[in-house]
């Protein structure tokens, strides 16, 4: 009896070694091992042996993390005041640098997130903020991944979600679009009236160098007047035409003597 007591003490033993020894990862996991505090091999994928009370197993997931980064109160480059928040997408590339480089890796790229943002949004105007987001964010990633690489991360994605700037600044900035557009409404409109009064000279040009075609001109708009059949017909006359007739009609009318 004394002999099976002793069996089943080894065999509870050795089960409970085999629970705190036995370890399995999974496909997108790695585990950076500490042996009595120095750093292992990084542990793959499986299943994996540790030895008792001398190894500590710290298992990093080597998905992409999504990051959102909380709004922040950011003043442009021609002080508009506006709050922007973002979002950051990384990955652990170097698990033992995630492990030994930074305490926590999502806090501490969360952070430089944030004061990139606040620090790069600073020096650009509104303007910029508002129609050149690309470029923006193409800035915002190579900022955070230049001071996240030695901790073995790779931020993949940040961009831009929301900027709300104050109510008086949007009624501004829909006067100043209004505006625009009514310039550029009468700059259209001066094109056309100057083409316009190109085209009418040519033309002019074109009559005065032969008379019949104006009279075709003036019987074909008489031709037009009278299809709509009204009651009115305008008959036009050049004005050289009855110049002779008013400066006549002038002379008879001024009295004796005038010079």
Do not use: C
Request: hydrophobic fraction near 45%; proline fraction near 5%; charge should be neutral.
């Amino acid at each position: 009896m004394t002999a099976a007591i002793i069996a089943a003490a080894v065999a509870v033993v050795v089960v409970v070694v085999l629970v705190f020894s036995v370890t399995v990862l999974r496909e997108y996991e790695r585990g950076v091992v500490f042996r009595a505090g120095r750093v292992r091999p990084l542990y793959g994928p499986g299943i994996r042996l540790l030895v008792p009370l001398l190894d500590r197993l710290v298992r990093v997931d080597q998905r992409v993390v999504t990051l959102t980064i909380p709004p922040q109160e950011v003043i442009t480059k021609d002080n508009v005041p506006a709050r922007v928040n973002a979002v950051v997408m990384f990955r652990i590339v170097e698990p033992v640098k995630a492990i030994v480089a930074v305490e926590n890796y999502s806090v501490a790229t969360s952070q430089i997130a944030q004061t990139t943002l606040r620090s790069l949004l600073g020096r650009a105007d509104l303007d910029t903020l508002l129609a050149h987001r690309e470029d923006l964010n193409q800035d915002l990633r190579t900022i955070i991944e230049k001071q996240t690489k030695d901790w073995g991360v790779e931020v993949q994605v940040v961009e831009i979600k929301d900027v709300e700037i104050p109510e008086s600044m949007q009624r501004a900035m829909a006067r100043e679009a209004e505006a625009e557009r009514e310039r550029r409404a009468k700059v259209i409109n001066a094109h056309g009236e100057l083409q316009a009064s190109e085209e009418l000279r040519q033309a002019a040009d074109t009559l005065s160098r032969s008379p019949a075609s104006l009279q075709l001109r003036y019987l074909q708009t008489l031709l037009e007047l009278g299809a709509d059949q009204n009651s009115t017909v305008v008959f036009p006359l050049p004005v050289d035409i009855i110049t002779p007739f008013l400066r006549s009609a002038f002379d008879r009318g001024r009295p004796d003597g005038a010079g």
